[in-house]
């Protein structure tokens, strides 16, 4: 009996193998063997899959980077040479060097579409001609000075500089709707210097400005100074940015300035007669950055020498920085390092442009900054005009008389008009009249203006005639509204200033008057009477 159970425990496909003990065995092994089997399958799936993802993600970049060149080969032929270069840079990694651009000092516009294109525009975008000025205006807290400035800075120019010249505002905020009404304020204002080229306004994307919250304080200036001498660093970069391209010269103003008569044909003359072309910077005030002229070709160097350290040093060290590094030895002495500036900065006399304003673009900070060189303004500007006999409504202050003023003497200066008051000159030969010009303020008084007040004018031949032509309907001049008492009404003051041309059908004037249609908050002052006969 034992030796048949010994017998019937034995496998039959394994001879002399226990039936119950080694095949237990045998499947464990097998087991393990299996398990170490998926297990390297397992490694090799995920080594395939990461394999997998990197080649995935490497046609991604492809595709997107043939996207990318799409869009670029789309519009690459507008670009400028200047532009196809920064992009360059910026787009394509491989290249052995990498030149510096605006993006390294300012990185942060890589991150927005369109931070180089202004928000605002008004203009013809006039080119080729001579000088280039640009005015950057901010909001003040007090009072803006912008529409004194420009009326001075386009009275003082001749027909023909104004065809040779542009005048850029920058509106340097990024609130919208304060941008807005400052551009209709001056389209407004200015239609006719917008219209033909003269005039153009701009102002930065909204994006322009980086984040000034954690800029550091230096040379002992609170932050709010630090933040507004570094944004002004960058105001003035995005005008010569704007401006170099436009015209020969560049001349950086301010917003609140007066300047004198034959400004930009005295600065044109004086840059085309230096001895050479050394010179970098022509100073036609000693006051800050007001009248400084530079050649367009040397804006990129300027601006690129500002942007690397706009956020450490105001523009007036920036620009004598430039110049030190140019010419100065540093194993000489400061004399001699002088000297060699004074070969660059070239600086005329008197000033051109002299400074007005009172309440700075730094909220709370007053200044009454003058330049000295620039001499006493005229208050009052004279011309020869026909004679008359000159009466008003207004009460006169002191010794200001519309006698004087008619004569070129003095300015005429009087207490708050009010509806119905009138300024009248009875020419004692009937006069034929080609043009007029009435400026109202001055440059101490700019806010004395005359407000809603017309031009109006009377004929000889309708003195007598006028109530009959009015009572029957037969009116001469039909385009013309008419008052009550016969006169023609022809303009109106605009900020201040009223002018026009005379409409040769009226034949000899017997009467020029100026009426206030409604009450005036201020005084006024009435600074230029210009009456042009024509001539015969």
Known sequence: TLELMEK???????????????VVDIYQREFLALRDRLHAAEQENIKRSKELNVVLDEIKRTI????????????????????????????????????????NHLPHLLARENTFL???????????????????????????YLINTLNSLIYELTPGEKQDCVIVVLIAETDLPYVNSVAENLKHLFPNEIQSGLLEVIAPSVNYYPDFSHLKETFGDPKERVRWRTKQNLDYCFLMMYAQLKGTYYVQLEDDIVARPNYLSTMKNFALQQPSEEWMILEFSQLGFIGKMFKSLDLSLIVEFILMFYKDKPIDWLLDHI???????????????????????????????????????????????????????????????????????????????????YLGEDFFWAFTPVAGDFIRFRFFTPVKVDRFFFRSGNIEHPGDKLFNTSVEVLPFDMVQSGKETLLDGKDKF????????????????????AEGEVDPSFGPLEFVRLSTLSDSPVWVILSEIFIKKTET
């Open 8 to 22: 019937s425990s034995l496998c039959p496909l394994y001879p002399g193998i226990s039936l119950f003990g080694d």
């Open 478 to 497: 039909p385009k013309y509204q008419r008052t009550e008492d016969g006169y023609i009404r022809i303009a109106y003051f605009t900020n201040g200033i």
């Open 323 to 405: 110049l030190w590094v140019k010419v100065c030895n540093p194993e000489k002495d400061a004399k001699h390092c002088d000297r060699q500036k004074a070969n660059l900065r070239v600086r005329f006399k008197p000033s051109l442009f002299q400074h007005v304003g009172t309440h700075s673009s730094l909220a709370g900070k007053i200044q009454k900054l003058k330049d000295k060189d620039f001499g006493k303004h005229a208050l009052h500007k004279g011309h020869s005009n026909p004679p008359a006999e000159v009466t008003s409504s207004l009460k006169t202050y002191q010794h200001f008389t519309l006698e004087k003023a």
């Open 64 to 103: 997107a980077e043939k996207q990318t060149l799409r869009d670029v080969n789309r519009t690459w032929s507008d670009l400028s040479d200047e532009a196809k270069l920064k992009l360059w840079n910026v787009t394509v990694s491989k290249n052995v060097l990498q030149l510096p651009s605006i993006f």
């Open 118 to 144: 202004p928000s605002v525009y008004l203009g013809q975008r006039r080119t080729g001609v001579s000088i280039v000025m640009g005015v950057p205006t901010v909001k003040r807290e007090v009072h803006s």
